[in-house]
Nanobody, 130 residues
Framework: QVQLQESGGGSVQSGGSLKLSCEASGYTSSRYCVGWFRQVPGKEREGVAVINSNTSTTYSEAVKGRFTISQDHARNTVYLQMNNLNPEDTGMYYC????????????????????????WGQGTQVTVSS
């Protein structure tokens, strides 16, 4: 059974940094892509960054240059280093994983339900104050 567990959220002031972790179990991480998504109540979920099984990465325009996604296969963990945070980064951050080729990138680009990734964590809250 695949399980994902996020951690590392918290409250920071604008300009601060946080590092989120997504620890996975139940699958071979080298065969899955992993994405980070965020959601604010009342708004559509937004793709933030993805890392594919070939370790290539893609970022949304909103976070490009500030966030870095990385992976430690030995620990079965994907990280999201978030720097220069601003209040617009506030939200619940989720990690998700899928083994279907191209789905992580597709889900980053489009919120269409047919691109919904298969496995999701429970989320970790990030709050950035001005």
């Amino acid at each position: 059974q695949v399980q994902l567990q996020e951690s590392g959220g918290g409250s920071v002031q604008s300009g601060g940094s946080l590092k989120l972790s997504c620890e996975a179990s139940g699958y071979t991480s080298s065969r899955y892509c992993v994405g980070w998504f965020r959601q604010v109540p009342g708004k559509e979920r937004e793709g933030v960054a993805v890392i594919n099984s070939n370790t290539s990465t893609t970022y949304s325009e909103a976070v490009k240059g500030r966030f870095t996604i990385s992976q430690d296969h030995a620990r079965n963990t994907v990280y999201l280093q978030m720097n220069n945070l601003n209040p617009e980064d506030t939200g619940m951050y989720y990690c998700a994983a899928d083994s279907r080729p191209g789905f992580c990138l597709a889900s980053l680009i489009s919120p269409a339900p047919w691109f919904e990734l298969k496995y999701w964590g429970q989320g970790t809250q990030v709050t950035v104050s001005s």
